[in-house]
């Protein structure tokens, strides 16, 4: 009696034990590089948002990404600057509707991580109070130190979440529809 019950104890402490090196991490954002890219009939242009916010959990097993869950990345519509001055930042907040809508968010629904360290997250992107289910294709990296680096970029249009392109001069220079996000985050377990 005496053995069998210490060979149950034992399984049960290896079970935790194993369970709990492969459990999700809390992870938080520890840099981040989010740009907009477009083009108008006047010249090509850039923003950046220098305001994002994240949260989620990831599991890596060695240099790979294993899973990630839970994870809502939100960008402070304020906080996105253009390389074209003031006058840029003005309109593309005004775009987003910033005084009724001061974020935008990015809330993942699931994720698949293949082996090659790409992951395919199906989600929903909320942009000016329009909220959208999109997919995003990102290449992540466990670095030598833990942290995670994840990269990619989505093409999407401003009208389909109902958003009026900036215009400026009466009109006579116009946004294009489509913009490119693109995105490097690097994550850090938080404990």
Do not use: C
Not at 27 to 32: D, I, Q
Not at 146 to 152: A, C, F, I, P
């Amino acid at each position: 009696m005496y053995r069998k019950s210490r060979i149950i104890i034992t399984l049960f402490f290896t079970l935790v034990i194993a369970g709990t090196g492969y459990a999700q991490k809390p992870f938080a954002l520890k840099h981040s590089k989010m740009t907009v890219q477009g083009t108008s009939t006047l010249h090509d242009w850039e923003s950046e948002a220098t305001k994002v916010a994240w949260k989620g959990s990831a599991l890596t097993n060695g240099n790979a990404v294993a899973s990630v869950k839970d994870i809502e990345i939100t960008v402070l519509v304020q906080g996105i600057k253009s390389t074209k001055g003031k006058t840029m930042d003005t309109k593309t907040w005004e775009a987003f509707t910033y005084n009724k809508n001061p974020n935008i968010t990015y809330k993942l629904g699931q994720a698949s991580a293949l082996s090659d360290g790409t992951i395919r997250a199906n989600g929903n992107l909320t942009m000016a109070g329009v909220t959208k289910p999109i997919t995003l294709t990102v290449k992540s990296k466990v670095l030598p130190n833990g942290d995670v680096q994840l990269t990619g970029s989505h093409k999407m249009k401003m009208t389909d979440f109902k958003m009026e392109k900036p215009t400026a001069v009466m009109g006579t220079i116009k946004v294009e529809d489509e913009v490119t996000v693109n995105f490097d985050l690097t994550i850090t377990p938080s404990i």
